[in-house]
């Protein structure tokens, strides 16, 4: 079964706003990382957040990790067209696999 | 520099048919993977590679077989395809020893239809 599951399931926001997402998970994890998806395409890795750490920037990405909830999250910002994407959560438990979410699908308007 | 190379992208298949869809990546990977996508339902595990000369199942092995041909390639065959097959199909490769990180890398999918 999915370990990871993405709220909301579909997020519709205007250029330049922010974009938030989150992610919960059921079991330990060695990390959790976030991946884009855009239409007809394969996953693309965006981050990795390891299970000792709290917060981590990459460009306009922002992740949080709190192991205690069992949840992430994944903010954009200032968000553009080229962001219209599906995104998944996916946890590392260092068993050679990652388990994905269902994914949060995100449209940002012009 | 091709990454992951899926072929063939999109097959219509009859109830019945086999076929094998190839993935290779020239990443000098130590792990493979293959995924089916289904609408809402995000990526599903059917087997995986953690090295060559090794494959295990995932979550939804059934009705499907796999070959480590060699550390490049890892293809997957349906040997009677099924409607419940029609997906889409994604291979993966990652190198798990390094820095512990398993951030897997995709191919483009082959869209599979079983009718």
């Known amino acids: 079964s999915q370990q990871g599951e993405e709220d909301p399931q579909a997020l519709s926001i205007q250029e330049g706003e922010n974009a938030t997402m989150n992610c919960s998970y059921k079991t330990s994890i060695n990390n959790l990382q976030w991946y884009r998806q855009n239409s007809g395409r394969g996953l693309v890795h965006l981050i990795l957040i390891r299970s000792n750490e709290r917060e981590k920037h990459s460009g306009r990405l922002r992740v949080t990790l709190d192991t205690s909830k069992k949840s992430s999250s994944l903010l954009i910002t200032a968000s553009r067209a080229a962001d219209t994407a599906s995104y998944f959560c996916a946890t590392d438990a260092n068993d050679y696999k990652l388990s994905f979410g269902a994914g949060t699908t995100v449209t940002v308007r012009a | 520099n091709a990454g992951v190379t899926q072929t063939p992208k999109f097959q219509v298949l009859k109830t019945g048919q086999s076929m094998t869809l190839q993935c290779a990546q020239d990443m000098n990977h130590n792990s493979m993977y293959w995924y089916r996508q289904d609408p809402g339902m995000g990526l599903r595990l059917i087997y995986y590679s953690a090295s060559e000369g090794t494959t295990d199942k995932g979550e939804v092995p059934n009705g499907y077989n796999v070959s480590r041909l060699n550390k490049r390639e890892f293809s997957l065959r349906l040997e009677s395809a099924a409607p419940s097959q029609t997906s889409v199909y994604f291979c993966?490769?990652?190198?798990?020893?390094?820095?512990?990180?398993?951030?897997?890398?995709f191919g483009a999918g082959t869209r599979l239809s079983v009718l």
């Open positions: 993966a490769s990652s190198d798990p020893s390094a820095g512990g990180q398993n951030i897997q890398y």
